[in-house]
């Protein structure tokens, strides 16, 4: 059903780890609780594919652009440090382990545990799979062609590491084993769905919360290969394919799914050109589940947590983050407030940090554009930003000022005043220096793409407050948008037609025209 001919669907370990969370805050022992959990999580899984599918039809994919690259990265380096840390258990053979996530709880469970709960076989197991797993994954980078190698080694590892156990009898040491696991697909789930109460409000919160991180996961992963590949990928349709796979998924006893980077990259890798690709690993599931599972009866729960720590390393972007930073020092905030958030508090706080700290960036650039001073460069008719340029000159007698931005209700009074406070300034330096008195403030109005009914009366004002100063108030380039409302509101007729020009450099020559035939 979707656009993307390269995404790989599945669980994956960021969506997991949310999801584990969210249900257990819902349900601290999901052991004693296990059918109200499995209930939950079905109902979660429902309302995300609803989710999912109403923003797919309602053509609402803009809401996930609200999550930035830079909360992205920051949520995605604290959830697999997060993630890891969960792995600790395993990989060290602890028995009792706490049900939080923070680092905190985590790190004083791990060493209340160091002198009796740890199991050095365990840790052993745990240190060479992982040791063997990172050196498969620094083969494939090291040469393209090997890419096969740390796609195989996970299965290589578990093995090899039950064989181990197998023969040794390694679990009746104290090596934990997965135990037991049933053959065949789970049966139908339909009638385990909250559709009323509590539980389905529950359901619902947990459900919206997984679908927007599950779709940012898929649609990003869709766009990265789809630009490699050199097509479109329509996120509506998308989403609309991934609501419904969720919704048949809850009615089968499936939690939330999604793109996988990791499988995606291996379907990219091998060559897949169709999404056939999830149909032919779909019926090899199907095959392992209905005849192997019995072989993994002695795989060592060791192995499990290095295959998990091994896939969530490469979620920590040092690169991206440092980037980051260089770039944009309000989006590095947004980053470390998600990772930091994730890591220390909880999953859905990261992810709320870094959906309000993005937020509060897009309102800041929005109610608190830029603006600009231009001057004339050498030689040119061309007017540019001083501050870009320094070598562009300053018109004698004129201030040009640019509004980088659309006038609206939100920063209309910030760009009427912002531009007042550049003609002060421009003022006291002109006094200063004994240049001609500023007579002509020319508004370059290229850059604003729209104006509201209050951007026009903040023109207004400003036009009053110039006339106080015996300035004349004149527009440059307006927008075809931006000058019918003009006309609309009468303002053009108030300042006068003749004080609005097609550029800056005829504005000027009407307001200087000895300029125009100077050679600078």
Request: charged share 15%; net charge positive; glycine share 6%.
């Amino acid at each position: 059903m979707g656009s993307s001919r390269d995404i790989a669907i599945g669980p994956v370990a960021v969506v997991s780890l949310l999801l584990g969370t969210l249900l257990q805050s819902e349900i601290a022992d999901p052991v004693a609780n296990a059918a109200e959990y499995r209930r939950l999580a079905f109902t979660a899984t429902f309302f995300a594919g609803i989710t999912q599918v109403t923003l797919g039809f309602l053509r609402l994919g803009f809401l996930i652009d609200f999550l930035s690259h830079a909360a992205i990265v920051g949520f995605m380096g604290g959830a697999a440090i997060t993630i890891a840390l969960q792995q600790l258990k395993g990989f060290l053979g602890i028995k009792k382990f706490t049900k939080k996530t923070d680092i905190v709880s985590v790190m004083h469970s791990v060493f209340a545990s160091a002198h009796h709960g740890w199991n050095w076989q365990t840790i052993v197991m745990g240190v060479s799979l992982l040791s063997f797993l990172l050196f498969a994954k620094y083969i494939g980078k090291k040469n393209k062609k090997l890419f096969w190698v740390p796609a195989i080694a996970p299965l290589i590892s578990v093995i090899l590491s039950t064989f181990f156990v197998y023969i040794t009898r390694a679990d009746k040491d104290g090596v934990q084993i997965v135990k037991h696991i049933e053959k065949g697909i789970n049966p139908s789930s339909v009638n385990q769905i909250y559709f009323s109460g509590d539980h389905m409000l529950k359901g619902v919160r947990i459900g919206i919360v997984a679908a927007m991180i599950a779709l940012t996961e898929a649609i990003a992963i869709g766009r990265t290969f789809a630009a490699m590949k050199d097509y479109q990928l329509d996120g509506n349709k998308e989403m609309v394919a991934l609501g419904a796979m969720n919704i048949v998924g809850s009615m089968t006893s499936c939690y939330v799914a999604t793109g996988s980077f990791s499988r995606s990259a291996v379907n990219f890798m091998s060559g897949c050109q169709t999404a056939v690709s999830n149909i032919v690993m779909s019926i090899v599931v199907f095959l392992t589940l209905q005849f192997i599972t019995p072989l993994f009866k002695y795989t060592p729960s060791a192995v499990l947590s290095a295959i998990i720590i091994s896939a969530v390393i490469g979620l920590v972007d040092y690169d991206a983050a440092y980037l980051i930073w260089k770039i944009d020092k309000f989006d590095f905030v947004a980053c470390m407030g998600a990772f930091f958030g994730v890591v220390f508090v909880s999953v859905e706080i990261g992810l709320l940090i870094a959906v309000s700290i993005s937020f509060f960036k897009l309102l800041l650039q929005v109610t608190r554009p830029r603006t600009a001073i231009l001057g004339k460069l050498p030689r040119t008719a061309v007017y540019r930003n001083i501050l870009q340029y320094p070598e562009a000159t300053k018109v004698p007698g004129v201030l040009i000022v640019r509004v980088d931005s659309a006038i609206y209700f939100s920063n209309s009074n910030y760009i009427k005043e912002r531009i007042l406070r550049w003609l002060i300034d421009e003022e006291e330096l002109v006094n200063k220096s004994g240049q001609p008195k500023i007579q002509f403030l020319i508004v370059e109005m290229s850059p604003v793409t729209d104006i509201d009914t209050s951007g026009i009366h903040a023109l207004e004002e400003l036009y009053r407050s110039l006339q106080k100063r015996e300035i004349q108030l004149i527009l440059a380039n307006p927008g075809p948008v931006v000058i019918d409302k003009l006309h609309a509101s009468d303002f053009a007729q108030l300042i006068g037609e003749d004080k609005i020009f097609l550029t800056v450099a005829n504005a000027v020559a009407a307001c200087s025209p000895k300029l125009m035939v100077e050679v600078v």
